[in-house]
């Protein structure tokens, strides 16, 4: 089992970058395909980026593509995700999440493991 613990979430202004990162214990996150999320208020949880476990494919929710990128640093057992551009509809709480075999990168479901959300803010 694998625990994840984000962090680098704030306030930013519109345009700014911020960089999040995703801190894995327990088991090495090489293990793992990986995957952010994200969820508004009153909104359902909504996929955002994911990488595979070599790392060489990586997806993107067509409204981050282009402004946000996915990396993951198996030596350091980290997951990042650099996000460029930000905008007002950005605002969410922001998860990490690990899953033992991906399919459909986008489906929440298929993640096993979820860590427990960082904020972020993007003020107008």
């Known amino acids: 089992q694998v625990q994840l613990v984000e962090s680098g979430g704030g306030l930013v202004q519109a345009g700014g970058s911020l960089r999040l990162s995703c801190a894995a214990s327990g088991r090495t996150v090489s293990s793992y395909a990986m995957g952010w999320f994200r969820q508004a208020p009153g909104k359902e949880r909504q996929f955002v980026a994911a990488i595979r476990r070599s790392g060489t494919n990586t997806y993107y929710a067509d409204s981050v593509k282009g402004r946000f990128t996915i990396s993951r640093d198996n030596a350091k057992n980290t997951v990042s995700l650099q996000m460029n551009s930000l905008k007002p509809e950005d605002t969410a709480v922001y998860y990490c999440?690990?899953?033992?075999?991906?399919?459909?990168?986008?489906?929440?479901?298929?993640?096993?493991?979820w860590g427990q959300g960082t904020q972020v803010t993007v003020s107008s």
């Open positions: 999440a690990a899953s033992i075999y991906l399919i459909s990168s986008y489906d929440p479901r298929q993640y096993n493991y």
